[in-house]
Each structure stands twice: as C-alpha cells, then as structure tokens.
Nanobody, 121 residues
C-alpha cells in the first residue's frame, strides 16, 4: 500500500540545488513518528538505490555518492521528510522516491510515483 507522496523535483543546472519533500498524508503521527525513513533514487535500467536515511531520533546516514552534498531531515508534525540536495551533478539525475524502512533497511510500503530530478546545462 502506497503511503508517501514525493514532490519538489525539476530541472537544475550542475552545481545547483533542490529540496525534495515526502509526505505521508494518510498516516497518523503516532504511526509516522517512529518510522525509519529513507530516500531512494532510480535511473532507467537499474534498481533503486538508497541514498539517505533518518531515524526517529534524527540520526542520519548517507550513501558515499551523496555524502557532504545531500541532507535528509524530518518534520514529524507535518509527517514529512525532506532531502536537501546541493552541488548537484549529472549523475544525480534520477527519479527519487521515499519509503519507510524496516529494521533490516528494506522498504516497508508500496512505492509512490516519485519525483524526477534532471541535472543538465
């Protein structure tokens, strides 16, 4: 069952920034707040790559390819997780998705439609 709605993607030049949002509109806060949340990305022909995650206590983890450039955060009152992306590179272009993660870091729910990020001059 799909629980999250992603937004904020678009076309940006190399070196630019974007802020993605992931909302859980059907969730109640008591369900959302304890969730381990993650941002994934996928390019055509490849599987989804987990790029960032955030615990309920706001501990964060990043993939090596985005470390130092991306920042994940959450606003529990809004049932929303954000991904601030800076210094974007052409290889960051992908469809970005969010999902809750199990304790073994596997996606929990069905996938939403994602949000497209294009990095091009």
């Amino acid at each position: 069952q799909v629980q999250f709605v992603e937004s904020g993607g678009g076309l940006v030049q190399p070196g630019g920034s974007l802020r993605l949002s992931c909302r859980g509109p059907r969730m109640i806060t008591s369900v959302f707040n304890p969730l381990l949340m993650g941002w994934y990305r996928q390019v055509p022909g490849k599987g989804r790559e987990l790029v960032a995650s955030i615990t309920p206590d706001r501990l964060t983890n990043y993939g090596d390819s985005v470390k130092g450039r991306f920042t994940i955060s959450r606003d529990n009152s809004r049932k929303t997780v954000y991904l601030q992306m800076s210094d974007l590179k052409p290889e960051d272009a992908a469809v970005y998705y969010c999902n809750a993660l199990t304790s073994s870091r596997q996606p929990t729910y069905g996938w939403g439609q994602g949000t497209q990020v294009t990095v091009s001059s």
